[in-house]
């Protein structure tokens, strides 16, 4: 994103600047840039995309997809939004035409599985929380888990979200609400406190 310094000019902030430097190598063709993008970006969108697909080889699929978008159309990228967002945007359409065209029953087992902490402790009350939450979001339509899972995974704002989604950010935030209120109703006790 830009900001606009003391004399009016638009002025990068440090990440953008950086993403944006790998974005023009990656349209002059280099690997290694592209690489570190795709690493990057890789784990973030499995799990943005397993929220709306939830079937592993698909949502493999749709993350490779999304990605060889970067590879081929870099020059389409203008810099006027985050990279996350013109990601985030693709990934959300390939997989909602991934998700009509998939006729195959959905497995909700691994939507609780969540990755071990460093502590005990930590690690304990973030999966209990991670766990019920999944669970919780299981039950939501796919355009309800996308909001959430953009809001509270990748913390994303209502604006961006909207651009990702293609919506106003007005159905963002109605779409939360609704999410919201439904989530609190499935997540018993003091966890649904925080919702």
Known sequence: MTQIDPQGRHVLSGAHEEEMGLVVAVRARDLRAFEQLYRRYQPR?????????????????????????????AGDFTGASRLSTWLFAIAYRKAVRARSRDEAPVDDAGLAEQPDLDTPDAALAQDRTHRALRLAMA??????RAVVDLTYFHEIGYRE??????????????????????????MAGELADWM
């Open 45 to 73: 969108l499995a799990r943005f995309v397993g929220t709306l697909v939830r079937r592993p080889p698909l949502v493999e699929e749709v993350v490779n997809d999304t990605l060889m978008v970067l590879w081929q159309k």
């Open 139 to 144: 039950s939501l339509s796919a355009d309800h």
């Open 161 to 186: 979200i909207a651009e990702i989604l293609g919506c106003p950010v007005d159905t963002v935030k109605t779409r939360m609400f609704h999410a919201r209120r439904h989530l609190r109703r499935a």
